[in-house]
């Protein structure tokens, strides 16, 4: 699977939009890009995952950029209980979905 | 209504001895997932079962070895026990292969 980078942790404040971003330079074109976030103590959650188009959903967005080289997730009002490690994970469907080091993200009051 | 549950939550026991834990979802999903996430906090992929049959197998050591008796569980046995296996390891389940159902984690600890 492509590798993906990712800033090692970013804040933002309580009720702003949090944008995440994640290079995947060397994404093929069958992979996807899946989001996941962990927050403290609990299983990794499943967020949302695109293969070209933007994508949305009650959790969030997934911006894609033409050449998909790159994508950012959006958490469009950011709460406190959305503090957690967010993983972007290029995937190629098949039954090996890899975890890297993730971004830590801190919502703050 | 526990989609992935996981026994037991907390497990503590000394090097060497056997333990097992264990993993059911109650989801209808046809594939089911072992991974370990060590003490750095790295998630990693130990196992994935597809209707019943290992599919994918990370060169985990022959001390694991993993039970699918049927489609809604896949337990975890894990023989002689050493120090670095202590983690917490998440079972997860999946319908669509990118879309997993993790459980709330079965937390190890080797003394």
């Known amino acids: 699977d492509a590798k993906t980078t990712q800033p090692t942790s970013m804040d933002c404040a309580e009720g702003r939009a949090a944008n995440l971003p994640c290079n995947h330079s060397t994404i093929s074109g069958n992979e996807y890009v899946y989001w996941y976030r962990q927050i403290h103590s609990q299983g990794p959650q499943y967020i949302i995952h695109?293969?070209?188009n933007n994508e949305t959903n009650e959790m969030a967005s997934l911006i894609i950029t033409e050449d998909r080289k790159s994508s950012t997730l959006i958490l469009p009002h950011a709460t406190l209980r959305d503090t957690a490690v967010y993983y972007c994970i290029v995937f190629r469907g098949d039954y090996k979905l890899s975890f890297g080091a993730g971004t830590t993200v801190t919502v703050r009051a | 209504d526990t989609a992935v549950s996981q026994t037991p939550k907390y497990l503590v026991t000394q090097m060497g001895n056997d333990k097992s834990i264990k993993c059911e979802q109650n989801l209808g999903h046809d594939t089911m997932y072992w991974y370990k996430q060590d003490s750095k906090k790295f998630l990693k992929i130990m196992f994935s079962?597809?209707?019943?049959?290992?599919?994918i197998n990370e060169t985990v050591p022959n001390r694991f070895s993993p039970k699918s008796p049927d489609k809604a569980h896949l337990n975890l046995h894990i023989n002689s026990l050493e120090l670095g296996d202590s983690a917490v390891y998440f079972c997860?389940?999946?319908?669509?292969?990118?879309?997993?159902?993790f459980g709330e984690g079965s937390r190890l600890t080797v003394l």
């Open positions: 695109g293969l070209k």
């Open positions: 079962y597809n209707n019943k049959e290992l599919i």
């Open positions: 997860a389940s999946s319908l669509h292969t990118g879309e997993l159902f």
